[in-house]
Each structure stands twice: as C-alpha cells, then as structure tokens.
C-alpha cells in the first residue's frame, strides 16, 4: 500500500511564501508523473504544477512565475516552492503521484491546508 504524505501547509500573508513537500511511504512503485493539485471551497480540484520522472514541468497560468515545482526520484519526494501568494492560492493543496506501467495508478494524499491572508 503506497502513502502520500504532505506537509508545509498554513497562513501567510499576501506576498509571502510557503513551502509544500510530499513523501511516499509503503511499497512505493516506479512514479512516473508527480504533481500538485487543489480544491478550493465549492469548485473541483485543479492542476497546480506536474514535474515528469525526468524533470519535465507543468505549471497552470495562474501560478506560472511564482511557483516551482521540483522532485527527488531516490527519495521519492516532491516539493512546491510557493512564492508572491495571493489570497486567490487559498486552497487544500494535493499531492499525486502517478504510475504508467504495468498498470495505470493514481495515489493522491490527503491533502494540507493553506489560506493566503489579504
């Protein structure tokens, strides 16, 4: 059974910064994708940032220029570097891992609060 375990979460300020990290636990298979996701209150999940096993990123609009996403494959960890927040970032914020092959999977953690203060 695999484990997604995120931390870092929080209250700032508008302007500041905070850091998100994710680890897998449990018998953890070859990722291929990781990322983050988040849910605002009343709307549906939406892609943060995705980062590739080899390093290839995807970021939304929204959060292009003020966020990083990056990634350790021995560690099977992924971290999100947040900076410039804006009350908008407000969300629950998921980590996800993703696996290809033999067989497609999806794990997701449980999610970390973080609320951006105007």
């Known amino acids: 059974q695999v484990q997604l375990v995120e931390s870092g979460g929080g209250l700032v300020q508008a302007g500041g910064s905070l850091r998100l990290s994710c680890a897998a636990s449990g018998s953890i298979p070859r990722f291929d994708a990781m990322g983050w996701y988040r849910q605002a209150p009343g709307k549906q999940r939406d892609l943060v940032a995705t980062?590739?096993?080899?390093?290839?990123?995807n970021y939304a609009d929204t959060v292009k220029g003020r966020f990083t996403i990056s990634r350790d494959n021995a560690q099977n960890t992924v971290d999100l570097q947040m900076n410039s927040l804006k009350p908008e970032d407000t969300a629950v914020y998921y980590c996800?891992?993703?696996?290809?092959?033999?067989?497609?999977?999806?794990?997701w953690g449980q999610g970390t609060q973080v609320t951006v203060s105007s």
């Open positions: 980062i590739t096993r080899g390093g290839d990123t």
């Open positions: 996800n891992a993703v696996v290809v092959w033999p067989t497609s999977r999806n794990y």
